[in-house]
């Protein structure tokens, strides 16, 4: 391709084979069957990242089997443009394919300058749902979430917007956030009695982050309620990237990022051994990582992130070697302790 190159992407045609290989695992209780692997757009799909290249991601996954597109009102930057860019690829490629997505956004960290734009207040949320409609070009959302518990709003308050948000047909289901497990009791108890069940909880957990283990896990089985892990790859630690250094481009290399520096120093031992293991089960790294998530039943999703369609094949293809043998477990158990 050349600077002057007229040509237009080839209109989307889906693959014809995409559900013949993604496994779909049920979620919670409810009758939502989830890929086994969601795609976020937290990263690469904001007004400063290449388009291009995250319509090719779009229609990689598509093709992949992943039905599931995770959003927030606050994904970019600059906030919002993830969302509107895409609801414009939605509109190129995806519009006829509506029903056969699963399609999610969140509130709950700041978004517009105010008392009204942050936090878990009726009136933020039920205001950040309608701008995150317009910005998607979408009619309602198949899920929307409460991105992070909110100390200073009475969880009746927030709860009862999401049960609002069901009534009125703008969300199909909604899901709560970043809850720990008392908050997380707290408020399925509030959905309960008002009679919207809590589809999903979605939570960190990797292998660099098992805080899910100590009472969410049990908590969300107990009540029938799905989990969906994000940052599944600790932001691109448990992969290749950084086993011979800091990579141009890449999300440790970007000062803004969330992914310090210092953590890629601090785990690269780990990292190194992870990645010997992965090399004998005949795996990248990364699905190695993800297969370890999917191999506890009560995970009905993983939610990664791909800067590239490369990645994101890599990444599925953690399904064709999802088991693990006792040696395996203990082995990778020594490892990351
Ligand atoms: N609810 C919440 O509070 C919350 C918070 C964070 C994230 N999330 C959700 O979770 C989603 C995923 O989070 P995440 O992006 O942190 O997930 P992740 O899957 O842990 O990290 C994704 C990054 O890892 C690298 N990568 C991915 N696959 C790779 C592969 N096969 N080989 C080498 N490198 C690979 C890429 O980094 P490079 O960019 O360096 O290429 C990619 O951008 C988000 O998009 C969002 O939807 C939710």
Redesign the pocket.
Known sequence: MQINDHAPFDAYVPCAKRYDSMPFRKCGNSGILLPAFSL?????FGDFDNLGQARKVLRTAFDLGITHF?LANNYGPPYGSAEENFGSILDKDFRPYRDELFISS?AGYDMWPGPYGNGGSRKYLMSSLEQSLKRMRLDYVDLFYH??PDPDTPIEETIGALDSMVKQGKALYVGI??YNAEQTKQALKIFKELGTPCLIH?A?Y?MLDRWVEDGLLDVVDDKGVGLIT???????LL???YLNGVPKG??AANENSYLALDSVEAQLPKIQQLAQLATQREQ?L?QMALAWLLKDNRVSSV?????SPE?LK??VGAINNLAFSAEEQQAIEKIIG
């Open positions: 976020g757009l937290w990263h690469n995770d969140k991105h992070r956030s970043n979605q960190r990797s994000f940052s599944p790859l600790a932001q691109g992969t290749n990237r890449s999300r990248s990364a939610l990664i992130g791909a800067s990645q890599d990444s």
